[in-house]
């Protein structure tokens, strides 16, 4: 492809559209891991999380060819982000989690990029495919992808300091996204539909999709909350304990 060519400005213009429709779902868990930190840490967790995530996303970009032919590999990555939605919402009262819900810089870090590496697949599969093998067109679209990120997840995170309450929308999009994931898988076409499906099994094939939409939106949400109304009746119980009385001598 030519530089600077018909075909490959054209590639370019939907490169970059690729990068606004998709880098919303980074914004988000940047913006929601980086919520809980010190303000002296946040802009810092969402530069340096951008960083390492584009330059996680360039790795995969380059050997995407061989991630296209590891089976299963959406299910486990869709399922690998119900697991950070849900965790990410039960650690909103800013309290430490083990793992993914640790509010540490570095904690914050490793739920940047593990979340990234996740759900950046198909980021990857359409910006490699947008570019059509010329990797001057991938190096762009990722040096693109960068300011819309870390712009997005600052608007992301000044609207969660505002709005709270916006921690289950932007879990629910993860969930959203996860569920996109696991219908995509090629080794659950019989389940999902595919090329392939005849026209009489399409309408239980829709269901299908439709119910895992709504089981991941309603599992990761429904999970939350419950966990965060045990997590505050045990922090009300431990309050509400008396104090032992101290031994007097």
Not at 38 to 57: C, E, S, Y
Request: cysteine-free.
């Amino acid at each position: 492809m030519e530089f600077l060519s018909a075909s490959w400005l054209s590639a370019l213009l939907t490169i970059i559209l690729i990068d606004l429709v998709l880098a919303g779902d980074n914004a988000i868990v940047i913006a929601l891991a980086a919520r809980s930190l010190p303000k002296h840490l946040q802009k810092k967790a969402i530069i340096w999380g951008t960083v390492g995530a584009i330059a996680l996303r360039s790795a995969m970009t380059i050997g995407v060819v061989w991630l296209l032919q590891i089976p299963g590999l959406m299910v486990a990555g869709g399922l690998g982000l119900l697991w950070i939605a849900y965790q990410l919402l039960t650690s909103q009262d800013g309290e430490s989690h083990e793992g993914v819900g640790s509010v540490t810089f570095w904690g914050a870090m490793k739920t940047i990029i593990v979340a990234d590496a996740l759900m950046g697949i198909d980021n990857v599969l359409g910006v490699a495919g947008a570019a059509n093998g010329a990797f001057d067109l991938v190096v762009i679209g990722l040096l693109i992808s960068i300011p819309i990120v870390v712009l997005g997840s600052t608007m992301v995170l000044k609207l969660l300091t505002r709005f709270p309450s916006i921690i289950y929308i932007g879990s629910a999009v993860l969930a959203i996204t996860a569920a996109k994931m696991i219908v995509g898988e090629q080794l659950l076409d019989m389940v999902y539909g595919g090329p392939d499906s005849p026209e009489s099994a399409q309408t239980l094939n829709r269901i299908a999709e439709y119910a895992t939409y709504v089981i991941a939106v309603v599992g990761v949400l429904g999970s939350g909350w419950w966990a965060g109304q045990r997590a505050k009746k045990a922090k009300a119980a431990v309050m509400e304990k008396p104090a032992k009385p101290t031994a007097s001598h």
